[in-house]
C-alpha cells in the first residue's frame, strides 16, 4: 500500500500471503517472505516511493511478528530456512534486501517482536514503537541461534552487553522503554498516537535527509563497540560463559550464541560474522537433539493447551472474571487460592473447617502475594486490591455464588463425597464448576455425590505442589465432564499461567500412575542389589536418576522424602497390598509371585520414617543443616537394606548407572505406552508436557549468580529440557531398544507386570516408527 500524499509505502507482513488462514502472530514463513520481498522490490523500483514503513498485519493481534515460522524448522522443509535454492528468499535475503535498501525503512513496531521479527527489525535504518512492544530473540529457547543477522546486528546498534543479554537468554519482553535507552529505538509514538503516525513521520523526514545519510543507517558498516563502561567485549563473553550450561547439560544452543556474539566483534568484517553465524545456525538446526527437543515442547505445550473438544466457549471465567472457592487451607489450597487472586479473580473465598489452620493459610497467601508484589509479579498498585479480594470463612455456605470451586481437602474418597454433596444444594449457580484438585481418586466416584444436572460441570483438576510455582495442571475428565466445561477449565488455567492438560479418569491418572512403576522399582534395586559393604545405595540410585547423572530435578528416595513416606504407604495400603501391622496377614491384592519389599512399608510403620518432616526417611535430616533439607546418610536404613537383601543372590553386586536408568526409566515409558492405548492420554506430547512441568522430566538450568555478581544482566535462568520421556525413548534410546531391555526384564522378573512390553510399544517397533511419529502419520484420534 502506498500513501500518495507521503510518497511512502506501508507494507504490512503476511499481507496479502497465502494460505487463507494467515499466521496469528504474523511468523514469516515462506509465502510471507516472497511476498515481503517482491513488495520491496517494486518499492525500490516506484520513483514515486521515497521511504517504505515495515508493520504487522492489522488483524494479528497487533503483533509486528514472532520471527521465523517455527513450523519449517521441523523435518524436510528445514533445508529451506538458510537457503534460497528453492527461490524463496531466507530471512537473511530479506534483511539484506532492507539493509540495502536504497530508500530508508522504518520499521513500525508493535505488541511482539521476536526472532527474525526483530532481525528484520535489525535491519531497516529506523525503528519506531509504541509502548505495548516486547521485543527480544528466543531462538535459545528453541535450540536455535538468532539466524538472521541479529547476532551481528544487536551488538553492532547496542553493545555487546545487550546483546548478550537479549540473545543468550532468550529474552522476549525487552519493552520500549528499554529499547530507546540502549538505543533499539529511534522514536515512540506518543500517548495516544497510533505508531503508523509516528512511523509516516519518521519515513517524512528520513526521505528528504540526503542519501549519504542512509549509509550511516546501515549497521552492517558499523563496527561493535570495543567496551561497555570499561570492561572489553572478551571479558563480557568470558563471564556470560561462566553461567551457560555445558553443551553436554543441555547448553548447546547458548554455547552456539556466546560463539556467534564472538563472531561479531572478532571477525575482520560483517560478512564474515554473518557466514559463521550462517554455520552456528545450520549446525544447530540439523544436528542437535536438544534443540528439536526444545521445538517438540513449544508445540507440545500450545497443542497440550487446545486438546480439548473443538467446541470453543466464550465464558467470564476465561476472561479472568468469576467468584472463586477453594476448600482447604492446607498447602495445595494455600497456592491455589494465591493463583487465582495474582490473575485478579475475585473474591477468593478460602474455606477450612479448622479455625487456625485457616488463620495460616490466609497469612501465608498475604504473605506470598506481597513477597511476589515486591519481586514486580504483581503490580504494587494492585496489592490492595489483591489482598482484599482474599476472603476466608469456616463455614461451606459461604461458596453460595462461587462461579468455580476448587476442593483440596485430604486425599480421601469419603471426605470429598461428603463436601460435594453439601456443594450440591449450597451453590446458588447451577452451572458453576466444581471442581476437585484430587491427584489420584476416581472423578466420577466425587462427581456421583452431585445431582445429575451438576455432573457435567464436575472434572478434577490436579494442580502439582507448590501450587503458585508448578507450571502442570492435570484437567481429568469424568464420564460426565461436558467438553464445555474442560474448555473453560483449560482457558482458566491458562489465564492463571498454567499449561493445563486434559487427561482421563485412572487411578493416578497420568503422572502419578507412570509413577508407580518407577517408585516400585527403586526401592525393588535396593533389596535386590543393596547390603553388605558395597551394595547399591539410596544414594547410588538417587545420583543415578537425579541431576548428577540423568537429569531429573531430584532422584526417587529424595522425592519420596520431601512428598512423605506415609503417604506412600497409604496408597499401598489403600490398593490392599501392604501387610496389616495387627494381624501379620498381607494385603489381599499383593498376589503369590508378585514382585514385592516390604523394605519401604517397615521404614514408615517401626521406624517412623516419614520423611523431611520427621527428620528422616531414606535419609537423616538435621535442622542444623541445610535448613533440615540436606539429605545426609542414616545407618539405621543402611541396616534395614542390609535385612531386606540378605535373601537376594544379587546381594551387594555392581550395578552400573546405565542400568538403574534403563531398569527405573523404561517401565515408566512403558506406562506412558499403556496410558496412549487406553485413551488415558491423547497424545504423546501430552505426557512429555506432564513430566517436564509436573515432574521435573530432565531439565537443565543455568546458573543466574554469575549474572547477579556482573551486575549488568539480572539473571539467566535458562530451562533446558529433554523434552519429556516419551520423546527421549523415541530420540535418544530408540523404542527397539527399551522393547528388548522390557522383554530381557519381564522374563528376569515376570512378577513385575510393569515390565511387560505394552502393545503400542511393540506396534511402534514393529512398523519402525518413534512413538509421536505413530501418533502423527497415523492421525490417531482424541479419546478425551
Ligand atoms: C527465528 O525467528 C529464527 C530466525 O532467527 C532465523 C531463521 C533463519 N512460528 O504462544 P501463543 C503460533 S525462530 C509459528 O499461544 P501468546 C503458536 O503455535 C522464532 N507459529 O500466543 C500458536 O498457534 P496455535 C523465534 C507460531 O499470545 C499461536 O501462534 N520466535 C510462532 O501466548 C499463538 O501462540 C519465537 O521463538 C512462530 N514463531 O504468545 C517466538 N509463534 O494457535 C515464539 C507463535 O495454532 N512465540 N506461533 O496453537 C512466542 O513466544 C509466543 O507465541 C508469542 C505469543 C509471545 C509470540
Not at 476472561?319 to 494465591?338: D, K, L, S, Y
Not at 487427561?503 to 508407580?516: K, S, T
Not at 514382585?595 to 521404614?603: F, H, I, K, S
Request: proline share 5%.
Amino acid at each position: 500500500m502506498a500513501s500518495p500524499s507521503s510518497g511512502t509505502a506501508i507494507i504490512a507482513i503476511a499481507d496479502g500471503a497465502p494460505p487463507s488462514k494467515p499466521n496469528p502472530v504474523n511468523a514469516l514463513g515462506a509465502p510471507v517472505r516472497q511476498y515481503l520481498y517482491q513488495k520491496l522490490q517494486n518499492a525500490f523500483k516506484d520513483p514515486n516511493i521515497k521511504s517504505i514503513i515495515l508493520i504487522g498485519r492489522h488483524d494479528a493481534k497487533g503483533v509486528f511478528s514472532a520471527g521465523a515460522d517455527i513450523k519449517e524448522f521441523s523435518g524436510s522443509s528445514g533445508g529451506n530456512v538458510t537457503t534460497s535454492d528453492s527461490g524463496v528468499p531466507t530471512l537473511n535475503d530479506l534483511a539484506h534486501l532492507m539493509e540495502s535498501s536504497p530508500k530508508p525503512i522504518v520499521a513500525a513496531l508493535t505488541g511482539a517482536c521476536l526472532g527474525g521479527g526483530m532481525e528484520l527489525a535489525l535491519a531497516a535504518q529506523y525503528r519506531v514503537a509504541d509502548s505495548t512492544l516486547k521485543y527480544g530473540l528466543p531462538e535459545v529457547k528453541i535450540g536455535l541461534i538468532p539466524g538472521a543477522g541479529g547476532t551481528q546486528r544487536l551488538p553492532r546498534l547496542c553493545g555487546v552487553r545487550h546483546a548478550l543479554d537479549v540473545i543468550i537468554r532468550g529474552r522476549i519482553n525487552c519493552s520500549a522503554k528499554e529499547g530507546l535507552k540502549c538505543n533499539f529505538l529511534d522514536g515512540l509514538a506518543s500517548d495516544g498516537e497510533y505508531v503508523l503516525e509516528c512511523a509516516l513521520r519518521w519515513a517524512g523526514w528520513a526521505s528528504v535527509l540526503p542519501a549519504s545519510t542512509l549509509d550511516a543507517r546501515r549497521l552492517c558498516y558499523k563496527s561493535v563497540p570495543a567496551d561497555v563502561e570499561g570492561m572489553s567485549n572478551d571479558d563480557m563473553c568470558d563471564f556470560a560463559l561462566q553461567s551457560i550450561p555445558t553443551a553436554e547439560k543441555g547448553g548447546e544452543s547458548a554455547q552456539a550464541c556466546l560463539k556467534a556474539i564472538r563472531a561479531s566483534f572478532e571477525l575482520p568484517s560483517f560478512k564474515d560474522g554473518v557466514e559463521a553465524e550462517k554455520n552456528l545456525f545450520n549446525d544447530l538446526l540439523y544436528h542437535s537433539l536438544q534443540g528439536r527437543a526444545y521445538r517438540h515442547i513449544f508445540f507440545a505445550e500450545r497443542s497440550a493447551s487446545s486438546s480439548t473438544s473443538s467446541k470453543k466457549v466464550s465464558n467470564a471465567l476465561k476472561q479472568g472474571r468469576g467468584i472463586i472457592g477453594v476448600i482447604g487451607a492446607g498447602t495445595m489450597g494455600r497456592g491455589i487460592a494465591i493463583s487465582f487472586l495474582r490473575a485478579g479473580y475475585g473474591p477468593v473465598t478460602l474455606v477450612d473447617v479448622n479455625e487456625k489452620g485457616l488463620e495460616a493459610g490466609v497469612k501465608y497467601i498475604i504473605s506470598t502475594l506481597e513477597g511476589e508484589a515486591k519481586k514486580g509479579r504483581i503490580h504494587p498498585s494492585k496489592l490492595d486490591s489483591t489482598k482484599s479480594s482474599l476472603k476466608s470463612s469456616t463455614d461451606l455456605s459461604e461458596l453460595a455464588d462461587c462461579d468455580c470451586i476448587v476442593e483440596a481437602v485430604f486425599e480421601n474418597l469419603n471426605i470429598k463425597r461428603e463436601i460435594f454433596s453439601k456443594l450440591n444444594t449450597i451453590c446458588k449457580k447451577p452451572t458453576a464448576l466444581l471442581l476437585s484438585n484430587t491427584s489420584t481418586l476416581d472423578v466420577d466416584a466425587i462427581a456421583s455425590s452431585l445431582s445429575p444436572s451438576r455432573r457435567a460441570y464436575c472434572a478434577g483438576m490436579h494442580f502439582f505442589s507448590p501450587a503458585h510455582i508448578m507450571k502442570l495442571v492435570e484437567v481429568i475428565r469424568g464420564k460426565d465432564t461436558s467438553p464445555e466445561t474442560l474448555n473453560i477449565i483449560c482457558g482458566v488455567s491458562k489465564r492463571i499461567r498454567k499449561v493445563p492438560v486434559v487427561v482421563g479418569n485412572c487411578d493416578g491418572f497420568v503422572g502419578n500412575r507412570m509413577l508407580h512403576p518407577y517408585s516400585s522399582e527403586s526401592t525393588l534395586l535396593l533389596a535386590e542389589f543393596g547390603g553388605g559393604e558395597k551394595g547399591l545405595t539410596v544414594a547410588d540410585v538417587d545420583g543415578a536418576i537425579g541431576n548428577k547423572y540423568f537429569g531429573m530435578a531430584a532422584g526417587p528416595f529424595l522425592i519420596f522424602d520431601i512428598a512423605g513416606n506415609d503417604i506412600g504407604y497409604n496408597i499401598r495400603r489403600e490398593k490392599g497390598l501392604v501387610r496389616d501391622p495387627k494381624t501379620g496377614k498381607v494385603g489381599p491384592n499383593r498376589k503369590a509371585g508378585m514382585r514385592y519389599t516390604e523394605l519401604a512399608d517397615e521404614m514408615v510403620v517401626n521406624l517412623g520414617r516419614v520423611g523431611q518432616k520427621a527428620q528422616k526417611g531414606w535419609y537423616n535430616y538435621d535442622m542444623t543443616i541445610g535448613k533440615g533439607r540436606k539429605p545426609l546418610p542414616s545407618s539405621e536404613m543402611q541396616e534395614l537394606i542390609d535385612k531386606y537383601s540378605m535373601t537376594s543372590p544379587n546381594r551387594g553386586k555392581k550395578i552400573d548407572r546405565d542400568e538403574i536408568v534403563s531398569r527405573v526409566l523404561f517401565p515408566l515409558v512403558n506406562e506412558g505406552f499403556k496410558i496412549l492405548e487406553e485413551g488415558i492420554a491423547s497424545n504423546p506430547s501430552d505426557v512429555d508436557i506432564i513430566y517436564l512441568y509436573g515432574y521435573g522430566f530432565p531439565a537443565f538450568k543455568g546458573k543466574p549468580e554469575t549474572w547477579i555478581s556482573f551486575n549488568m544482566l539480572p539473571n539467566l535462568m535458562l530451562d533446558i529440557h529433554s523434552g519429556g520421556p516419551m520423546f527421549w525413548a523415541d530420540n535418544y534410546v530408540g523404542l527397539p531398544n527399551i522393547l528388548k531391555k522390557l522383554e530381557d526384564l519381564h522374563r528376569l522378573y515376570p512378577g513385575s507386570e510393569y515390565f511387560k512390553p505394552s502393545d503400542l510399544l511393540r506396534k511402534c517397533v514393529d512398523v519402525g516408527l518413534g512413538v509421536q511419529e505413530y501418533y502423527n502419520t497415523k492421525g490417531m484420534k482424541s479419546k478425551l
